[in-house]
């Protein structure tokens, strides 16, 4: 428990770095769409592109200010640039300009930091999913993981019955990932993660 508790802790501290890091680089340049990102509902976005100069903030977290109402849900893609960033957790970030993007069917690669974050941010509508199988789930899986193998994924619906739910899936080596996002898009889910393998996942695992 202390140790997930340090975890938890760290991913704070990370954010924080990675916003002063996000003020920082926006302000030298101003006049490009800068980051690419992820809606996930009630102006909560994720970034998933960013330029060379400014890829620490990649996979960062933040609620998106806008000037007027915008049409974005789960799912969509919106490239911005950030006029004033407030700390908070998550970081609330004032959008000076904005274009909603043609979304992708597809999967975001991320780590396990960013599961956890939205794990605090966001508990209700965020899940993560060790695709293993039940075998290698019993002997050893990141904590707050629900075990639903890959051939089985349909049964994902008994326990994320939302479509706009946020999804974070892992496996031994990150292959099985692949199906199995593939198969979540298949069943409507528009925001999907993925973490790979289970290697890349540095705290303690849970048995049973």
């Known amino acids: 428990m202390e140790k997930l508790k340090s975890f938890k802790a760290a991913s704070i501290i990370a954010m924080v770095l990675a916003t002063a890091l996000l003020f920082a680089c926006q302000a030298s340049s101003p006049s490009e769409l800068t980051y690419e990102a992820l809606c996930l509902g009630n102006n909560l976005f994720v970034i998933t592109k960013t330029t ?54 597809r999967s975001y690669a991320a780590g396990f930091l960013l599961a956890q974050q939205l794990l605090e941010i966001r508990p209700e509508s965020t899940f993560l999913i060790d695709v293993r199988t039940a075998e290698e789930f019993a002997e050893g899986h990141v904590p707050e993981s629900i075990n639903i193998p890959v051939g089985l994924i349909d049964e994902i619906r008994n326990c994320v019955p939302a479509r706009d739910s946020t999804i974070f899936i892992y496996c031994r080596s990150g292959n099985r990932t692949v199906a199995a996002a593939k198969a979540l898009w298949n069943l409507g889910y528009k925001v999907i993660f993925d973490l790979g393998g289970i290697s890349g996942y540095s705290g303690d695992l849970e048995k049973g």
């Open 52 to 105: 060379e100069e400014t890829k620490a903030n990649l996979h960062l977290p933040l609620i998106g200010i806008f000037a007027g109402p915008q049409d974005l849900q789960a799912g969509d893609v919106v490239a911005f640039n950030i006029d004033e960033l407030m700390e908070s957790f998550p970081p609330q970030a004032k959008i000076s300009r904005s274009e909603k993007l043609a979304a992708e069917n």
